[in-house]
């Protein structure tokens, strides 16, 4: 079975602090991505990556960075988080030929306070 | 752009009820469609999918029929148990720039009471 997980299910920070949030997968998957979901807009896409050291923005990047240095893993970064950024963060990953499919991680609940 | 519109929940059902979802999309030619399901406390897993214009798709008792002339991709299931609770995402596929991404709708939460 394909595991995609994240390093905290819940996580409160402070306005301004540099948040990091982890997702790591065990499938040897070429693609990850970050979405953040809020209600009664869905899902969002904010970062992918089609390989290692290689990142895109999705449609919300502002505020956000991320990292990829290993297949396996990549971070979400908040540089200076705010309020507005608190949300339901959401990993994915999938096998470049199988293009749609996509595993997700179980989501970190951020809090910004 | 290509997009995705479901029905707005939430749908609250006894056990046993029939359910359908609405899902209609926009898209250019015949992308695949595929339906995901997020359990309480639980990131999204693919519940099913349809490749082709015509195919149903189906798992757990759930059904999806891909539909070109009326761009739909409704989900179905004949009666529905407490353990189908959850929020319902019809997604397709959107290439931008050369990237692959999904789009998906904004969701749609189920409650099925005992």
């Known amino acids: 079975d394909v595991k995609v997980t994240q390093s905290s299910r819940y996580l409160v920070k402070r306005t301004g602090e540099k948040v990091f949030l982890e997702c790591v997968q065990d499938m040897d998957h070429e693609n990850m991505f970050w979405y953040r979901q809020d209600p009664g807009l869905g899902l969002r896409l904010i970062y992918f990556?089609?390989?290692?050291?290689?990142?895109e923005k999705g449609d919300i990047p502002e505020g956000y960075s991320v990292s990829r240095e290993k297949k396996e893993r990549f971070s979400l970064i908040l540089e200076s988080a705010s309020t507005n950024q608190t949300s339901m963060y959401l990993c994915?990953?999938?096998?470049?030929?199988?293009?749609?499919?996509?595993?997700f991680g179980p989501g970190t609940r951020l809090t910004v306070t | 752009g290509d997009s995705v519109t479901q029905m707005e929940g939430p749908v609250t059902l006894s056990e046993e009820a029939f359910l359908t979802i609405n899902c209609t999309y926009t898209a250019t030619g015949y992308p695949s469609l595929f339906w995901y399901v997020q359990y309480p406390g639980e990131g999204l897993q693919l519940l099913l999918k349809a490749t082709k214009a015509d195919d149903k798709g189906s798992n757990k008792g759930f059904e999806a029929t891909y539909r070109k002339e009326t761009t739909s991709f409704h989900l179905e299931k004949g009666s529905v148990q407490v353990s189908d609770s959850a929020v319902y995402f019809c997604a397709l596929p959107h290439t931008q720039g050369g990237s692959e991404k999904l789009v998906f709708g904004k969701g749609t939460k189920l409650t099925v009471n005992p």
């Open positions: 990556s089609y390989d290692v050291k290689m990142k």
């Open positions: 994915a990953s999938r096998y470049r030929a199988l293009k749609y499919e996509q595993y």
